[in-house]
C-alpha cells in the first residue's frame, strides 16, 4: 500500500503547479483524501480534502479559490491544481488517504500518507 506524491517544484509568484498523488496497492474509490503541507517551523495543515465518492470537498480558507482538488479514477490518482500561487503557499504537500467516506483537515484521521513534495513559491 503506498500514496507516490509528486508534481511539486519552484513557481513565482501567480504560478501555477499540479500536484499528484498515485495509490498502489489499493483503490481509491473506497477512500477519503487530504492534501496536507507543512511550512518551515509551522504545523501541518489541511489544506483540501475530498469524500470516497468525489462529490464533496472542502477548502481551507487560505487556498479557496486557488485550489481544486480532483481524482481520476481509472488512474488512481488524486491531484491538486493549485492556481495564483502565493509564497505563503511554500510548504511540502502531502496526500493522504482514509478509510471513511467524508475528508477531514485532522492528519490523525488518515490511514495512509504520501511522501511529500516541496512547493517553493519565490521571485
Known amino acids: 500500500v503506498q500514496l507516490q506524491a509528486s508534481g511539486g517544484g519552484s513557481v513565482q509568484p501567480g504560478g501555477s503547479l499540479r500536484l499528484s498523488c498515485a495509490a498502489s496497492g489499493f483503490t481509491l474509490d473506497y477512500y477519503a483524501i487530504g492534501w496536507f503541507r507543512q511550512a518551515p517551523g509551522k504545523e501541518r495543515e489541511g489544506v483540501s480534502c475530498?469524500?470516497?465518492?468525489?462529490?464533496?470537498?472542502y477548502y481551507s480558507n487560505s487556498v479557496k479559490g486557488r485550489f481544486t482538488i480532483s481524482i481520476d479514477n481509472a488512474k488512481n490518482t488524486v491531484y491538486l491544481q493549485m492556481n495564483s500561487l502565493e509564497p505563503e503557499d511554500t510548504a511540502v504537500y502531502y496526500c493522504?488517504?482514509?478509510?471513511?467516506?467524508?475528508?477531514?483537515?485532522?492528519?490523525?484521521?488518515?490511514?495512509?500518507w504520501g511522501q511529500g513534495t516541496l512547493v517553493t513559491v519565490s521571485s
Open positions: 493522504a488517504a482514509r478509510s471513511a467516506f467524508f475528508g477531514t483537515t485532522s492528519s490523525s484521521d488518515y490511514d495512509y
Open positions: 475530498m469524500s470516497s465518492s468525489g462529490d464533496y470537498t
